[in-house]
């Protein structure tokens, strides 16, 4: 079965950063399109970026330039690197596989 675990998460200061991991098991992982999401308090959970087999990537807009998604195939782990963090990145992150596989979620504040 597939399984998701993240981990990373924290509290920060703005202007801060946090590098969020995302182990994943029951898949051939360097098979597979790796996503990010993220969902803020009253909002509805948002895509912030994916990282495609062969090392594509794409972000969301209010990202874009601050956050690095990467991934290590031999460690079956997906990474978003998250720099210059705001207030309006607090959330819980998720990363996804497939249609249906997420993980469990992780907390980020960005506050002072």
């Known amino acids: 079965q597939v399984q998701l675990v993240e981990s990373g998460g924290g509290l920060v200061q703005p202007g801060g950063s946090l590098r969020l991991s995302c182990a994943a098991s029951?898949?051939?992982?360097?098979?597979?399109?790796m996503y990010w999401y993220r969902q803020a308090p009253g909002k509805q959970r948002e895509w912030v970026a994916t990282?495609?087999?062969?090392?594509?990537?794409n972000y969301a807009d209010s990202v874009k330039g601050r956050f690095t998604i990467s991934r290590d195939n031999a460690k079956n782990t997906v990474y978003l690197q998250m720099n210059s963090l705001n207030a309006e990145d607090t959330a819980v992150y998720y990363c996804?596989?497939?249609?249906?596989?997420w993980g469990q979620g992780i907390q980020v504040t960005v506050s002072s």
């Open positions: 996804r596989v497939g249609l249906i596989n």
């Open positions: 029951g898949i051939i992982f360097r098979l597979n399109a």
């Open positions: 990282s495609a087999v062969g090392d594509r990537e």
